[in-house]
């Protein structure tokens, strides 16, 4: 279980805090706008109104104290640049913000961000992939250039052992693990045998999966 601080309660910083405390983790949200405060207040351990560009406010939440702080404040990025600049000033150990561009990260990463989440780019990228392949069924990304995919097991492998296709090697992607039935199992071996069945979690750089899956 971490503590967290979750500052700016729009579209994606509620269902932000309802995935955080649905993981049982200890959440103190903070939204200017007393309504939004309200909504947040059944799914999170605490809540506050106020102005997080006020290192008065700020200090008297005890950032430091928290393990993770996330800013997704939206539509104000001024707002966002100063809240992750404090936040760092005032000793937080670890801040996620959400930019909408690769500009606003960018100046984030100077002003104190950690790491920043892209909401609207990774959506859009998985909502790309998924919907235009009917062979791939789920997609994370690692960074810019690596990621998983849930993938079907292409026709000509069916019937062949992980060892016998040596993947790794001629199209350097790694199989972490196969799903069958909904069930996940990653204890494969060589020794394992592919089938129509099956769904493949494969890891590799983006433009591997693409030349490799026909992303």
């Known amino acids: 279980m971490k503590t967290v601080l979750l500052i700016g309660l729009g579209?994606?910083?509620?269902?932000?805090?309802?995935?955080?405390?649905?993981?049982?983790?200890?959440?103190?949200?903070?939204?200017?706008?007393?309504e939004r405060v309200n909504e947040c207040m059944p799914f999170v351990t605490n809540a506050?109104?106020?102005?997080?560009?006020?290192?008065?406010?700020l200090r008297s939440l005890g950032v430091s104290n928290y393990d993770v702080c996330y800013v997704t404040i939206s539509g104000d990025f001024q707002n966002s640049l100063e809240t992750t600049s404090l936040l760092k000033e005032l000793?937080?150990?670890?801040?996620?913000?959400?930019?909408?561009?690769?500009?606003?990260?960018?100046?984030?990463?100077r002003n104190g961000a950690d790491a920043v989440t892209y909401p609207e780019k990774q959506l859009a990228k998985w909502?790309?992939?998924?919907?235009?392949?009917n062979h791939i069924f789920g997609y994370i990304e690692l960074d810019e250039k690596h990621a998983i995919i849930e993938v079907a097991v292409p026709e000509s492998w069916q019937g062949h052992?992980?060892?016998?296709?040596?993947?790794?090697?001629?199209?350097?992607v790694n199989i972490l693990g196969v799903k069958r039935d909904g069930k996940t199992d990653v204890t494969i071996?060589?020794?394992?045998?592919?089938?129509g069945s099956?769904?493949?979690?494969?890891?590799?750089?983006?433009t591997a999966l693409k030349k490799c899956f026909r992303l």
Do not use: N
């Open 11 to 34: 579209r994606f910083g509620r269902h932000l805090a309802m995935q955080l405390g649905e993981l049982g983790h200890q959440v103190m949200a903070v939204d200017r706008d007393e």
């Open 48 to 57: 506050q109104i106020g102005d997080s560009t006020r290192v008065d406010f």
């Open 91 to 109: 000793g937080a150990k670890y801040v996620v913000s959400r930019a909408e561009r690769d500009v606003q990260a960018k100046f984030l990463l």
């Open 127 to 133: 909502a790309a992939i998924r919907y235009t392949a």
């Open 161 to 172: 052992s992980v060892g016998e296709l040596d993947v790794r090697k001629k199209y350097g």
């Open 189 to 195: 071996s060589p020794e394992t045998v592919l089938d």
């Open 198 to 206: 099956l769904t493949l979690l494969v890891l590799g750089e983006y």
